[in-house]
């Protein structure tokens, strides 16, 4: 059953339709159901100050989430036959995991097509990885619904399989934080402490700058979006230095 469109028939309609258009190039994807794609760029604030729009993208976010999780498990158990569940489960919460999802949104610039109230908009929104992430979710949801599982499967596959080489390559779905304090203590019988020492940006998109130390030494130094991104970085950066 095709959802109705939830933008009244205008000039702001023609925008739309223009900017779907260019979304759906960058998606490599003809949806049959506009109205689908519309409303997973309908972020709740749009709501607010557009009355005659009904509908926002949290359902399609929902259905989406789901989609992902069995898409990525899926190719995971496909193309990596030799590795144990465990692996498995840590490589598919790095490839489904909000700042992830958030590069995605970034790589096919769904931001610039999100609809947000005006004070989202204002206070970066459009760059903020929850939002990107919840709208690149409801993208899926909106692709599940139009077009079926295979067309998922396609699009899902093109995005993570660089992104799979890369994680493995630098082990960004192990927990480095776990490794570095089990080789720590068996050494030193010392825990290692994490220490934040620098901040920047704005607040929708602060950068941390964080220390790991054992005793007084320093032995790694990492960045993230958030202080645990950050500390991850910083006991991966210990553990190259482990002799």
Same mark, same amino acid.
């Given at each position: 059953?095709?959802?109705?469109?939830?933008?009244?028939?205008?000039?702001?309609? !023609?925008?739309?339709?223009?900017?779907?258009?260019? &979304?759906?190039?960058?998606?490599?994807?003809?949806?049959?159901? !506009?109205?689908?794609?519309?409303?997973?760029?309908?972020?709740?604030?749009? %709501?607010?100050?557009?009355?005659?729009?009904?509908?926002?993208?949290?359902? %399609?976010?929902? @259905?989406?989430?789901?989609?992902?999780?069995?898409?990525?498990? $899926?190719?995971?158990?496909?193309? &990596?036959?030799?590795?144990?569940?465990?692996?498995?489960?840590?490589?598919?919460?790095? @490839? #489904?995991?909000?700042?992830? &999802?958030?590069?995605?949104?970034?790589? &096919?610039?769904?931001?610039? *097509?999100?609809? @947000?109230?005006?004070?989202?908009?204002?206070?970066?929104?459009?760059?903020?990885?929850?939002?990107?992430?919840?709208?690149?979710?409801? #993208? #899926?949801?909106?692709?599940?619904?139009?077009?079926?599982?295979?067309? #998922?499967?396609?699009?899902?596959?093109? %995005?993570?399989? /660089?992104?799979?080489?890369?994680?493995?390559?630098?082990?960004?779905? !192990?927990?480095?934080?776990?490794?570095?304090?089990?080789?720590?203590?068996?050494? *030193?019988?010392?825990? /290692?402490?994490?220490?934040?020492?620098?901040?920047?940006?704005? $607040?929708?998109?602060?950068?941390?700058?964080?220390?790991?130390?054992?005793?007084?030494?320093?032995?790694?130094?990492?960045?993230?979006?958030? !202080?645990?991104?950050?500390?991850?970085?910083?006991?991966?950066?210990?553990?190259?230095?482990? /002799?």
């Amino acid at each position: 059953m095709k959802a109705e469109s939830v933008f009244p028939v205008s000039s702001v309609a !023609k925008q739309m339709s223009d900017e779907l258009r260019e &979304l759906e190039a960058r998606l490599q994807l003809d949806f049959e159901d !506009k109205s689908l794609l519309e409303r997973a760029l309908t972020h709740r604030s749009y %709501l607010n100050e557009n009355p005659d729009v009904l509908r926002d993208n949290e359902r %399609l976010e929902f @259905l989406g989430d789901a989609v992902l999780d069995f898409v990525v498990g $899926d190719y995971l158990f496909r193309h &990596l036959p030799d590795l144990r569940e465990g692996e498995l489960t840590s490589l598919r919460a790095a @490839l #489904v995991r909000a700042p992830t &999802l958030a590069d995605f949104a970034n790589e &096919l610039e769904i931001g610039r *097509f999100l609809r @947000l109230g005006l004070g989202e908009d204002e206070s970066g929104g459009r760059q903020r990885v929850p939002l990107l992430c919840a709208t690149f979710e409801a #993208v #899926v949801g909106a692709i599940y619904l139009d077009q079926g599982l295979p067309a #998922v499967r396609e699009f899902i596959e093109r %995005l993570i399989a /660089p992104t799979l080489v890369e994680i493995q390559a630098q082990s960004l779905h !192990k927990d480095a934080k776990s490794e570095f304090q089990v080789w720590a203590q068996a050494q *030193f019988n010392i825990t /290692p402490r994490y220490k934040v020492v620098g901040m920047s940006g704005p $607040d929708h998109a602060r950068q941390f700058e964080v220390q790991v130390l054992v005793g007084d030494e320093v032995w790694g130094e990492g960045q993230g979006s958030s !202080k645990q991104s950050a500390a991850q970085s910083a006991a991966r950066m210990a553990l190259t230095r482990i /002799p």
